[in-house]
């Protein structure tokens, strides 16, 4: 544009005297900068006036508007001639307000990319852990060539008065029945020793109920054990979260599955499963599982085959079908206070607690006619829909967690304090609370999540960053 304005200046000026010669010189100057430079002599005056004259600076102002033109559609910014500011040459808001959103997402995608950077990072550690344990069970020998042993009938052993083997692992599982690994340690033995009459009567003991009734039954809380820590969360996400396992678990999924959500952040959409407790401990996930709907905070449970948690931003609750991988239910929990109006005492929109024991699906939470106390409300686990409610006491803010057993409510009196108590019970049966002081202790300082898993009779938490687990001493039930 400025070199085809400079030409029609160059035709007007040689139109007046056509034998007069134009020159046109183009180099670049000492900034590298291209220029072109036109001679024209003058039609009118021998000698150039000292000031050049009123034409010569109009068309200095003309030529200063028209590179402050050319500057701003090149994106350059060029100082005009005579080191006027055209009006023409100011930048344009919606120019600058584009720029500005395009160095953002520039920015943001940086960070997105160094995040999904440090993510694959740590899946390449965990395949390589993964390979590592798989060649470990390949080197392992196989099963059926293990020294053949001669076959004996357990009758004619325990005739001879020698036990058969793998008692004292027998015994052992009796009297603690409730310890992790002791199922495993007893399926190794019986494919040591390997006669079928020695697996047979294996199945037939598992089978007998523990004799130390305190730990079944609906009882009340008498005691609970010291935390027993499964694993530590990967990265910041897994400072807050929930962890569960279904007690009536639908196939395809065992008995023995294990679910875990983080919790950190606002779209919290991935639910990952592990086939026991094991694989959990070594972060070895089997299913990953997508929500359809954000989920909010950690007060989510398993029971019967679905996932049920509360929606993001709403006081709608939601069933999830795992086997179908659809939402089965949804419903809102009529006038509960969600996103921070009735949380525990930690915060983290915990306004909303589902949880699950002998009596059914609960949900616990409070609402503005209740002015902030604890509503417990009894939920139909197919429809979502309310059974029956009760209002407590107790107020919600006062306390740092809380668990249904046995159709009672127990909560936490710190969510910080290494050495605190459940310091209240509420029973749904009677309809009265009282005050307890049973010992409690948060390991590492910061328990975001405490909850009943029915199907192993102990307490599960989360306790900045680590997953643990508690033993609970039931008493026996009273009779009614």
Same mark, same amino acid.
């Given at each position: 544009?400025?070199?085809?304005?400079?030409?029609?200046i160059?035709?007007?000026?040689?139109?007046?005297?056509?034998?007069?010669?134009?020159?046109?010189? $183009? !180099?670049?100057?000492r +900034? *590298?900068?291209? #220029?072109?430079?036109?001679t024209?002599?003058? /039609?009118?005056?021998?000698?150039?006036?000292?000031?050049g004259?009123?034409?010569?600076?109009?068309?200095?102002?003309?030529?200063?508007v028209?590179?402050?033109?050319?500057?701003?559609?090149?994106?350059?910014?060029?100082?005009?001639?005579?080191?006027?500011?055209?009006?023409?040459?100011?930048?344009?808001?919606?120019?600058?307000?584009?720029?500005?959103?395009?160095?953002?997402?520039?920015?943001l995608?940086?960070?997105?990319?160094?995040?999904?950077?440090?993510?694959?990072?740590?899946?390449?550690?965990?395949?390589?852990?993964?390979?590592?344990?798989?060649?470990?069970?390949r080197?392992?020998?196989?099963?059926?060539?293990?020294?053949?042993?001669?076959?004996?009938?357990?009758?004619?052993?325990?005739? $001879? !008065?020698?036990?058969? +083997? *793998?008692?004292? #692992?027998m015994s052992?599982?009796?009297?603690? /029945?409730?310890?992790?690994?002791?199922?495993?340690?007893?399926?190794?033995?019986?494919?040591?020793?390997?006669?079928?009459?020695?697996?047979?009567?294996?199945?037939?003991?598992?089978?007998?109920?523990?004799?130390?009734?305190?730990?079944?039954?609906?009882?009340?809380?008498?005691?609970?054990?010291?935390?027993?820590?499964?694993?530590?969360?990967?990265?910041i996400?897994?400072?807050?979260?929930?962890?569960?396992?279904?007690?009536?678990?639908?196939?395809?999924?065992?008995?023995?599955?294990?679910?875990?959500?983080?919790?950190?952040g606002?779209?919290?959409?991935?639910?990952?499963?592990?086939?026991?407790?094991?694989?959990?401990?070594?972060?070895?996930?089997?299913?990953?599982?997508?929500?359809?709907?954000?989920?909010?905070?950690?007060?989510?449970?398993?029971?019967?085959?679905?996932?049920?948690?509360?929606?993001r931003?709403?006081?709608?609750?939601?069933?999830y079908?795992?086997?179908?991988?659809?939402?089965?239910a949804?419903r809102?929990?009529?006038?509960?206070?969600?996103?921070?109006?009735?949380?525990?005492?930690?915060?983290?929109?915990?306004?909303?607690?589902?949880?699950?024991?002998?009596?059914?699906?609960?949900?616990?939470?409070?609402?503005?006619?209740?002015?902030?106390?604890?509503?417990?409300?009894?939920?139909?686990?197919?429809?979502?829909?309310?059974?029956?409610?009760?209002?407590?006491?107790?107020?919600?803010?006062?306390?740092a967690?809380?668990?249904?057993i046995?159709?009672?409510?127990?909560?936490?009196?710190?969510?910080?304090?290494?050495?605190?108590?459940?310091?209240?019970?509420?029973?749904?049966?009677t309809?009265?609370?009282?005050?307890?002081?049973?010992?409690?202790?948060?390991?590492?300082?910061?328990?975001?999540?405490?909850?009943y898993?029915?199907?192993?009779?102990?307490?599960?938490?989360?306790?900045?960053?680590?997953?643990?687990?508690y033993?609970?001493?039931?008493?026996?039930?009273?009779?009614?």
């Open positions: 544009m400025f070199f085809v304005f400079l030409l029609c160059c035709g007007l000026l040689l139109r007046g005297n056509a034998q007069d010669r134009a020159s046109l010189w $183009r !180099g670049n100057d +900034s *590298g900068r291209c #220029q072109y430079t036109f024209v002599p003058s /039609p009118m005056e021998a000698t150039c006036p000292q000031g004259g009123p034409e010569v600076e109009g068309l200095k102002n003309r030529l200063s028209l590179e402050a033109l050319v500057s701003q559609l090149s994106g350059k910014d060029v100082q005009p001639r005579g080191g006027h500011q055209g009006a023409a040459a100011r930048p344009q808001p919606e120019l600058q307000e584009a720029l500005n959103r395009a160095v953002g997402e520039r920015n995608l940086q960070g997105e990319k160094e995040r999904l950077a440090r993510e694959l990072e740590t899946l390449k550690l965990r395949m390589e852990e993964m390979r590592r344990e798989t060649e470990r069970l080197s392992r020998p196989c099963l059926g060539q293990n020294p053949a042993v001669a076959p004996s009938s357990p009758q004619q052993d325990w005739g $001879r !008065g020698r036990p058969v +083997s *793998g008692s004292n #692992q052992h599982l009796m009297t603690n /029945p409730n310890r992790q690994g002791d199922s495993s340690n007893l399926r190794d033995s019986a494919w040591q020793y390997g006669p079928m009459g020695f697996q047979e009567l294996k199945a037939e003991v598992t089978e007998v109920p523990a004799p130390d009734s305190n730990n079944t039954g609906c009882g009340e809380l008498i005691a609970v054990g010291e935390p027993v820590t499964h694993r530590k969360a990967d990265n996400a897994g400072k807050y979260g929930v962890w569960m396992q279904d007690p009536e678990a639908v196939s395809p999924y065992g008995p023995n599955m294990l679910w875990r959500i983080d919790t950190v606002t779209e919290i959409r991935q639910l990952y499963g592990y086939e026991d407790m094991e694989q959990l401990s070594k972060g070895f996930p089997s299913k990953v599982l997508l929500l359809p709907d954000p989920l909010e905070s950690t007060g989510a449970t398993m029971y019967r085959g679905s996932l049920y948690y509360q929606r931003l709403s006081r709608t609750l939601i069933r079908d795992l086997a179908a991988e659809h939402v089965a949804r809102e929990l009529p006038h509960a206070g969600f996103h921070g109006q009735f949380p525990y005492s930690w915060g983290g929109y915990t306004d909303i607690d589902l949880s699950v024991d002998e009596k059914g699906l609960w949900a616990v939470y409070s609402t503005s006619k209740a002015q902030g106390a604890i509503v417990i409300s009894k939920l139909d686990p197919n429809s979502l829909e309310v059974k029956r409610s009760w209002e407590t006491s107790i107020r919600k803010a006062s306390v967690n809380s668990f249904m046995c159709g009672k409510l127990y909560t936490v009196a710190s969510y910080a304090s290494r050495e605190t108590t459940i310091n209240r019970v509420y029973d749904t049966g309809s009265q609370g009282r005050a307890v002081s049973i010992p409690f202790k948060n390991k590492y300082g910061y328990n975001s999540m405490v909850d898993s029915l199907a192993q009779r102990k307490l599960f938490a989360w306790d900045n960053f680590h997953l643990v687990t033993d609970l001493r039931l008493g026996r039930q009273q009779a009614n």
